[in-house]
């Protein structure tokens, strides 16, 4: 396949990314996002704006960071970072109609610590675009908004990383950060790892995405952006964690069926390909496995992006995420699962923060594992690790 060719491969995944954002960010830079974005769990209200703008911006935020240059990707990636930092004004002014609740709320409880970190994910993914070309008010607000979050205690779970995110995101906008909450999330980790690159949730494990959705990904951009902090043990530390998170990598790679499915198991399975959260990132970050090429990841997650969004049954007439995994299916959903949960989906974009010349965007088609195994190929044998 030729070099053009390949490059398809990105024009498809921005083709679905905008699609995808359009409504949120769209809706939001006009304020109009609590009129425009329907709810499908009115119980989630107060929280489904904040959920969608960070989740939406945490998902695409190494791509907006690449910043505006020549070029039909270039003015529309100009496009979406003006729309995101609008959206982050219209979420923090509390004189807007879409202000977006950073405290605890009534009904949905400790959720807005959720999207807060999701938020402070993206800023810390995206510091250039989504904090340094913030105007004055728009940072005082924003700063003031992230504190806020302070007040709610998370659960002693994977939400304790939310609470670090927060304070991660305030020390790279040359605030003071809480170093104890950081501490507290990372060294809990460290207590409930179970061996082979699975983190428990809390102290128990779950079959489910949260090691990707959650705990890999934020436990990597924590302690890469405080690690100095620690001294020769945080050097230690980053080491073991990006081992642990290349292990799951692999793991999550060997999940994808040869026609691109995925078991659909646990909780939160409607974040669709949200899923390889974790997957995308080490792609990101040039920091996939050493068996996995970034080609086979590229095709692999091309599969699954076009099996979870590809369809139009996913969207409801108005361009907007419906709640499922393949389709409409809001049987699937948690009590907690609304409109705005379902853009983590987003993550699973992050490879667009790699330029095009990239070897991930340049490289020819591969096989991923299962379509090696499964057309008979010989593999080596795989192993688990033992840190």
């Known amino acids: 396949m030729d070099r053009e060719n390949r490059l398809n491969d990105r024009m498809y995944w921005l083709?679905?990314?905008?699609k995808v954002i359009d409504p949120v960010l769209s809706s939001a830079a006009e304020r109009k996002l609590k009129?425009?974005?329907?709810?499908?769990?009115?119980s989630r209200s107060n929280v489904s704006r904040l959920e969608a703008i960070g989740r939406t911006l945490c998902g695409i935020a190494p791509w907006l960071e690449l910043g505006p240059n020549d070029g039909e990707e270039g003015v529309l990636?100009?496009?979406?970072?003006?729309l995101a930092r609008e959206a982050i004004d219209a979420a923090t002014d509390p004189e807007s109609p879409d202000y977006c609740t950073f405290v605890y709320d009534k009904d949905a409880g400790g959720q807005p610590l959720v999207d807060a970190a999701f938020l402070s994910h993206a800023i810390v993914r995206a510091p250039r675009e989504l904090w340094e070309k913030l105007d004055t008010q728009v940072k005082k607000n924003l700063v003031?908004?992230?504190k806020a979050t302070r007040c709610i205690r998370p659960v002693r779970n994977n939400w304790l990383l939310f609470s670090a995110m927060v304070e991660t995101a305030l020390y790279i906008m040359g605030e003071e950060f809480d170093k104890v909450r950081v501490d507290y999330a990372?060294?809990?980790h460290e207590q409930w790892y179970k061996g082979d690159g699975?983190?428990?949730?809390?102290?128990?494990f779950h079959w489910d995405y949260y090691n990707s959705f959650v705990i890999h990904p934020m436990l990597i951009d924590v302690v890469n952006t405080l690690g100095g902090s620690y001294g020769d043990y945080g050097m230690e530390l980053q080491k073991t964690i990006m081992?642990?998170?290349?292990?799951?990598?692999?793991?999550?790679?060997?999940?994808?069926s040869p026609e691109g499915t995925y078991p659909a198991v646990g909780r939160s399975i409607t974040y669709r390909c949200g899923a390889f959260h974790l997957l995308a990132q080490m792609a990101l970050i040039e920091k996939l496995p050493e068996r996995i090429s970034p080609a086979q990841v590229r095709c692999a997650l091309t599969a699954v992006i076009k099996n979870t969004l590809e369809s139009s049954e996913n969207y409801d007439s108005e361009g907007w995420l419906r709640i499922g995994v393949c389709g409409h299916q809001?049987?699937?959903?948690?009590?907690?699962?609304?409109?705005?949960?379902?853009?983590?989906?987003?993550t699973a974009f992050l490879p667009l923060g790699l330029r095009p010349e990239n070897e991930f965007w340049q490289a020819p088609p591969q096989k991923w594992t299962s379509q090696k195994i499964w057309s008979g190929e010989d593999m080596p044998a795989d192993h688990a690790i033992d840190a």
């Open 77 to 82: 990636r100009q496009k979406y970072a003006f």
């Open 144 to 146: 003031k908004a992230l």
């Open 198 to 204: 699975v983190y428990g949730d809390g102290p128990y």
């Open 15 to 18: 083709k679905i990314l905008t």
């Open 186 to 188: 990372i060294f809990q």
């Open 35 to 42: 009129e425009l974005m329907p709810v499908a769990n009115k």
């Open 330 to 346: 809001p049987g699937l959903a948690e009590p907690y699962i609304s409109t705005g949960s379902l853009y983590l989906c987003t």
């Open 243 to 256: 081992e642990r998170a290349q292990r799951y990598a692999a793991i999550q790679e060997m999940l994808i």
